[in-house]
């Protein structure tokens, strides 16, 4: 016997580039070796000049560095866009749809409040969300 899931009918989203999810409360931007080394090569760095940069060792793990203020250490804050968008994590790709957000329709609406992208746009089918929210590799730690 399956569960129904609470979103079976889906969700919609569509980012809409405000960056409220790259700024605010402080946190952890998970990044793999293999994010880590796309990530530099498109800024032109090699791989260790990179990681002591922008990058944070936490239990064993890396995250993206932040700023005094807990924005993003790749958000810009005057053009209020990211500044590695086309290479950026896996986490932030699959914004908003995180076990954490999608555990619930009280969760994801506490979120929607803070999100002004999260049900508009497109319509995301129940299997579409799954496998973005459980098909990342960090996404359980979300």
Known sequence: MSRKRWYES???????GCGRCCRGAPGYV???LREAERIAAYLGLPLLDFIKKYMR???????????????????????ARCTIYEVR??????YPFWPSIIISR?????FA?????MNRGR?????????????QPMAYRL
């Not at 994590?89 to 699959?94: G, K, L, N, V, Y």
């Open 106 to 110: 009280k969760r994801w609406e506490s």
């Open 123 to 135: 319509l995301y089918s129940a299997d579409e969300i799954e496998k973005i929210a459980f098909g």
């Open 57 to 79: 060792s936490v239990d064993g793990d890396w995250s993206l560095k932040e700023r005094y203020n807990g924005s993003c250490i790749f958000y810009d804050e005057d053009s």
């Open 10 to 16: 889906g969700l919609r989203f569509e980012c809409i």
């Open 113 to 117: 409040r803070e999100c002004p992208g």
């Open 89 to 94: 994590p896996a986490q932030c790709r699959s």
């Open 30 to 32: 998970w990044c793999s």
